[in-house]
């Protein structure tokens, strides 16, 4: 049995979301094994050769879904390995996440609602602005941004299905964020993602960032929004939907922390109840 295929049969044995089964075949497609070959020495071998031509971090989910591959064959039975000890370990540098300040958070809301030009939809003065708040309140994602509903808030409860995931997640919405998604025009169910489309957004937001005179990506929103939580004693974590507590490390920007821990962000952050 190939690996590909291996893939396949694991994929549906947990019922993998679309994501995970491509990162899954991108990786297998790099490596002309069979199931047999799922070996500790040979994911070892592996390991060590990638190091020499990827990052530590694409490395270390490496050995993640190889070491689950392996574990989901050796439990089907497909593959027997005598050898006891664990796969070799990967080290990656420590994480410095950078996220805006809330003097840039609000300095980009403000060019928002200037911003010219428009969508097939809509102006970008409408979206955008609101966009930026309610990611920046949220902490959610890009692609889940996009496909909230208007449907999935209940008073100020936005509850949705985080897509990387597949998990139930709630986030809480201030009057501000209600106040900007209601100014919207309304073309569809999706709230943002029927009146900028996923390509228009990256383009146009980049834009944004420029004409503000800020460097970064839509990302810097996540991590603000996780860096503001933390100040506000939140915790990082569950607020950005995750449930591995050490994740909070890759997007709380310590150096914002340490100049402020009792900072109150100029936008309503929201408040867990």
């Given at each position: 049995?190939s690996?590909?295929?291996?893939?396949?049969?694991?994929c549906?044995?947990?019922?993998?979301?679309?994501?995970?089964?491509?990162?899954?075949?991108?990786?297998?497609?790099?490596?002309?094994?069979?199931?047999?070959?799922?070996t500790?020495?040979?994911?070892?071998?592996?390991?060590?050769?990638?190091?020499?031509?990827?990052?530590?971090a694409?490395?270390?989910?490496?050995?993640?879904?190889?070491?689950?591959?392996?574990?989901?064959?050796?439990?089907?039975?497909?593959?027997?390995?005598?050898?006891?000890?664990?796969?070799r370990?990967?080290?990656?540098?420590?994480?410095?996440?950078?996220?805006?300040?809330?003097?840039?958070?609000?300095?980009?809301?403000?060019?928002?609602?200037?911003?010219?030009?428009?969508?097939?939809?809509?102006?970008?003065?409408?979206?955008?602005?609101?966009?930026?708040?309610?990611?920046?309140?949220?902490?959610?994602?890009?692609?889940?941004?996009?496909?909230i509903?208007?449907?999935?808030?209940?008073?100020?409860?936005?509850?949705?299905?985080?897509?990387?995931?597949?998990?139930?997640?709630?986030?809480?919405?201030?009057?501000?964020?209600l106040?900007?998604?209601?100014?919207?025009?309304?073309?569809?169910g999706?709230?943002?993602?029927?009146?900028?489309?996923?390509?228009?957004?990256?383009?146009?937001?980049?834009?944004?960032?420029?004409?503000?005179?800020?460097?970064?990506?839509?990302?810097?929103?996540?991590?603000?929004?996780?860096?503001?939580?933390?100040?506000?004693?939140?915790?990082?974590?569950?607020?950005?939907g995750?449930?591995?507590?050490?994740?909070?490390?890759?997007?709380?920007?310590?150096?914002?922390?340490?100049?402020?821990?009792?900072?109150?962000p100029?936008?309503?952050?929201?408040?867990?109840s």
């Amino acid at each position: 049995m190939s690996l590909l295929d291996l893939v396949d049969l694991y994929c549906v044995h947990v019922a993998a979301s679309l994501g995970y089964r491509w990162q899954l075949t991108v990786l297998v497609r790099r490596l002309p094994w069979n199931v047999a070959d799922l070996t500790v020495p040979k994911i070892d071998a592996y390991l060590t050769t990638a190091l020499q031509k990827l990052a530590p971090a694409t490395v270390q989910n490496h050995r993640r879904m190889l070491g689950t591959l392996r574990k989901f064959a050796i439990r089907e039975g497909l593959v027997v390995d005598q050898c006891t000890r664990p796969i070799r370990r990967v080290k990656t540098p420590c994480p410095n996440p950078i996220a805006w300040t809330q003097a840039e958070i609000a300095h980009l809301v403000s060019v928002a609602r200037e911003m010219p030009g428009r969508t097939a939809y809509c102006a970008l003065s409408e979206v955008l602005p609101a966009y930026v708040i309610v990611a920046y309140t949220t902490g959610l994602r890009a692609g889940d941004m996009l496909a909230i509903r208007h449907d999935q808030i209940r008073g100020d409860r936005l509850s949705l299905v985080i897509r990387k995931t597949n998990t139930p997640h709630v986030a809480v919405l201030t009057a501000q964020c209600l106040a900007a998604i209601r100014e919207l025009p309304r073309r569809g169910g999706r709230i943002f993602g029927d009146l900028i489309p996923e390509r228009q957004l990256s383009r146009h937001f980049r834009r944004l960032v420029l004409r503000a005179g800020m460097a970064g990506s839509s990302k810097f929103l996540r991590r603000s929004s996780a860096t503001f939580a933390e100040l506000n004693g939140i915790d990082a974590t569950g607020h950005l939907g995750h449930r591995t507590a050490q994740m909070k490390r890759h997007y709380v920007d310590m150096a914002i922390m340490s100049q402020n821990r009792r900072a109150v962000p100029p936008l309503e952050l929201l408040h867990h109840s």
